[in-house]
């Protein structure tokens, strides 16, 4: 099993439409989470860290299930700009190593 | 503030030569991170060190590769001889060890080719 694991997709949703994308790790003794973004050629960029009581940034939320070892993301009223891979990541505190899902492909269309 | 740099941006050379990129991390952090993605293979941690000292290098392909980090500003990546399979965008990245939550964060990329 994989540490980290991510449908790979393509999502290809509307604008407008709501997409959530989860995500599930193997490590219980993970204490830190995160969603990156990455465009096209471009780096992984931070889009918000994964806090246990879950948290909202405008039409982004995420949410953290310890029990069941997973994490997700919501993306409300989606955007032509939100076209992008979407990247879990969760931090093994034992290596300090940051473990990266293979990401989620988003596609929004016009 | 200035994020994590990288140079060059962009390097094309022949097969054989010796290659050499630099990152400078984010000042006050104590983890530096080497990664290269491909198509092929995603993105892939090659080493990364803690205060300066190399911590896990398992990622490292091969005695071709070499990294160092000289001070807490300055790290390099080698590849010595250069061969076409290491074509790939080769990221840094950096962040600070103390506390939870503390994010990753990259460098703009080298974008190596290898003719």
């Known amino acids: 099993r994989k540490e980290v694991e991510q449908d790979p997709g393509p999502f290809n949703v509307p604008e407008g439409a709501t997409v959530a994308f989860n995500c599930t790790y193997s490590n219980s003794a993970s204490q830190s989470f995160f969603w990156y973004r990455q465009d096209c050629r471009k780096e992984p960029k931070l889009l918000m860290s994964v806090y246990s009581s879950g948290n909202e940034d405008g039409r982004f939320t995420a949410q953290l299930n310890r029990a069941s070892q997973y994490i997700s993301l919501l993306i409300r009223d989606s955007k032509l700009s939100d076209s992008a891979t979407y990247l879990c990541v969760v931090l093994d505190s034992g290596t300090y190593k940051y473990i990266f899902g293979t990401g989620t492909r988003l596609k929004v269309l016009a | 503030d200035a994020g994590v740099i990288q140079s060059p941006r962009h390097e094309v050379t022949e097969m054989g030569q010796e290659v050499t990129l630099r990152c400078k991390p984010i000042?006050?952090?104590?983890?530096l991170f080497w990664y290269r993605q491909t198509m092929m293979r995603g993105l892939e941690l090659l080493i990364y060190f803690n205060n300066n000292v190399p911590i896990d290098d398992s990622g490292m392909p091969e005695d071709r590769f070499s990294a160092k980090m000289p001070n807490a500003s300055f790290s390099t990546l080698k590849i010595q001889p250069s061969e076409p399979r290491d074509s790939a965008v080769y990221f840094c990245?950096?962040?600070f060890g103390q506390g939870l939550n503390q994010p990753q964060h990259f460098g703009d990329g080298t974008r190596l080719s290898i003719l």
């Open positions: 000042s006050g952090h104590d983890y």
């Open positions: 990245a950096s962040s």
